[in-house]
Structures are given as structure tokens and as C-alpha cells.
């Protein structure tokens, strides 16, 4: 039998005429298919890394406030320090010589607390809180809280008053002419002063008391005493003699 080589080779030239050619325009088009893609897959890419470092600056943020806030709740003070907030509730944190001779620290405790509870239930609801109570070395630490400036005169016998300039005068407190200015963050030398324009519309607190005070806003005005100017919220009280059983009614003015 003979085979019809031509034909057999008749039928590849046959098969190889059917294959789909690939022209110039079709690898261009493949080509600028594949290069969208890899730009699409590129900024997915970027969008992704952005979202993602985003959302990890948003928690270092929120871990960093919350860290910030656990520390500073948790510091004490260093002196007996009175912290006036804004809705009106006084912070004492007091810093007293401890004796342990005299008597321990669950006694000073217990002390501490039949104080306050007695005064609750004058008052008829719990108005004072004991947050803290520390000893260490020869110093104690207390923290309590008070539900007003009122609540605080009545416990402790100082005087502290708080309210607008407005009230104030209405409530009969006098403003005598002399006060130092915050200046640049100092205490400039007391001079005359106008209460009724100066002070118009401020905030005022009014303290009997050698101790630190922090008010929820900025200081503008010190009445004229032996006053210390530490921050732009905070003063401390002291006398020029050291002798801590004398005490000056100190007004101070401060805007919120």
C-alpha cells in the first residue's frame, strides 16, 4: 500500500493555517490589560497599607490617652493640694507628717472614714467620698472628694467659695482694689484694679487657706497676698512668716 506523503503533508499545512495568529495589536492590548491590572493591584495595595496604618495610629492614639490617663489618675500629689473642677466638686488631696508611733495606718483609715461617714449621714447623702488613703515613710496621702465648695467649708472649717464675679459680689463678698495680673505665666506687682470692669464676667474662688489650688480654666487675676503663681490654672497659698496657723482670704479670678 502506498501512503500519500503529500497528502499527509498536504493536511499540516492544513491544521497550522486554522491556529488563531496573535498580531501586534493584540499583544499591545495584552500588554496595556496587564499593566491596568498590576496598577489596579498596586493602589489596592496603597489603599490597603494607608487603611491599615491608620487604624494602627488610632490605636497608638487611644492606647497612649489611656495609659496617660491611668498614670495621672494614679500620681499624688506632692503637697496638700485643693483642685476645684468644672462641674463644681472639689478634689483634696491632703499631705500630712505621719507618726506611726502615734498610730497605724488601718487606724488612720478607720478614722478617716468614720469622719466622713458621720458627716454623710448629717448631711443626709454622700457628699464626701474617700478615694485614697497612702502611708508612706513618715508622710500620709488622703484623697476625698467633695460635691461642692460648700460641702468642703463645712467639713474642713476652711473657707472656700465659688461662683461667678456676678454672684460673688451679690453674695456679699468685697473686692478690695489691689491684684497682681498674670503676666507671660508670672505675677506682676499688685496694682489698682477695677473689679466691676476687670473682672466682669469671670469666674471667681475664694479660698482661706495656706495650700495649692487648681482652677478648671486660665488665672487671670491673684487678690494681693503671699501668693505663688506655679501654672497658668495653678497658685499656691503660703505666709511670708512660715506660720501655717495664719491664713489670708485669697480671691482668684480665672477665665473658662
Known sequence: MTVNKSGIGGMRSRNNATRPRQGVAAKEL???RRKKRQREVMRNRIIFGAGVLAVLVLIIFFITKLIGFILGSGKSADTSTLTLLDDGQIVFEEVVDFDTDTYSKSELKAYT?????SFNETYGSDVIS???LSVKGDKAYIKTTY??????????S??????????????GYEFGQ?????????LAEASVVNADTAFAGSQVLVVNENITVVVPGTIT????????LDASNTVTISQADGNEDATDLVYIIYSK
Request: with cysteine; hydrophobic share 35%; charged share 25%.
Open 158 to 171: 476652711y473657707e472656700v467659695y465659688s461662683a461667678s464675679y456676678e454672684d460673688a459680689t451679690a453674695a
Open 178 to 186: 489691689l491684684y497682681s495680673a498674670v503676666n507671660e505665666d508670672s
Open 130 to 132: 474617700l478615694d485614697k
Open 221 to 228: 487675676y491673684v487678690s494681693n497676698a503671699d501668693v505663688s
Open 113 to 117: 472614714k468614720e469622719l466622713i461617714d
Open 30 to 32: 495584552q500588554a496595556a
Open 147 to 156: 460635691k461642692d465648695a460648700d460641702c468642703y467649708s463645712s467639713f474642713t
